[in-house]
């Protein structure tokens, strides 16, 4: 089982213990509030993200479940191709956990998988995450307009890359 370590976290695979505190988490209208989906109005639509993240685990354990104390407060990680995510519970926001997280899953995703790149991308508007993104390495590669629609409002969308180290290739 692949479990990644740093000074306060453990990053490990989702786990059914995990639901309660990830239905905190995707049902939270603030930690929602940028990503591409409307709040978990129910916990089965959360089940159903964590079955579809642990049949993943199985076959590429690639999305981390960001803990602390085991207690699931987020995750990060690998989502599709080379196209990586992160979501954090409000609780936790403004204290780098997001930085130390992903300092440990960008080296592991560069040297488990072939991508010549990691990308990501986030609304325009948010921007904690688009920091972030920069503060990791990122440049913003383009911008798109109206890329998805929550309730009728339309969001635009900021992409970004980071090469993989030539130390890597």
């Given at each position: 089982?692949?479990?990644?370590?740093?000074?306060?976290?453990?990053?490990?695979?989702?786990?059914?213990?995990?639901?309660?505190?990830?239905?905190?988490?995707?049902?939270?209208?603030?930690?929602?509030?940028?990503?591409?989906?409307?709040?978990?109005?129910?916990?089965?639509?959360?089940?159903?993200?964590?079955?579809?993240?642990?049949?993943?685990?199985?076959?590429?354990?690639?999305?981390?479940?960001?803990?602390?104390?085991?207690?699931?407060?987020?995750?990060?990680?690998?989502?599709?191709?080379?196209?990586?995510?992160?979501?954090?519970?409000?609780?936790?926001?403004?204290?780098?956990?997001?930085?130390?997280?992903?300092?440990?899953?960008?080296?592991?995703?560069?040297?488990?998988?072939?991508?010549?790149?990691?990308?990501?991308?986030?609304?325009?508007?948010?921007?904690?995450?688009?920091?972030?993104?920069?503060?990791?390495?990122?440049?913003?590669?383009?911008?798109?307009?109206n890329t998805f629609c929550i309730n009728?409002?339309?969001?635009?969308?900021?992409?970004?890359?980071?090469?993989?180290?030539?130390?890597?290739?």
């Amino acid at each position: 089982m692949v479990v990644l370590t740093t000074p306060r976290l453990q990053l490990r695979g989702p786990v059914p213990r995990d639901l309660d505190a990830m239905f905190a988490t995707y049902s939270d209208p603030g930690a929602m509030k940028y990503w591409s989906t409307e709040p978990h109005a129910t916990a089965d639509i959360t089940q159903e993200l964590l079955d579809r993240r642990i049949a993943a685990w199985q076959v590429a354990p690639l999305n981390f479940q960001i803990t602390m104390g085991d207690q699931y407060i987020g995750n990060a990680g690998n989502f599709r191709h080379d196209e990586i995510g992160f979501m954090l519970h409000p609780d936790y926001w403004r204290q780098g956990i997001l930085t130390e997280a992903m300092g440990a899953i960008i080296p592991y995703l560069f040297a488990n998988t072939d991508h010549a790149r990691l990308t990501a991308d986030a609304d325009p508007e948010n921007h904690a995450s688009c920091g972030l993104l920069r503060s990791l390495g990122f440049a913003e590669t383009h911008r798109a307009r109206n890329t998805f629609c929550i309730n009728g409002v339309w969001s635009d969308s900021v992409y970004f890359a980071l090469p993989r180290p030539a130390t890597l290739r």
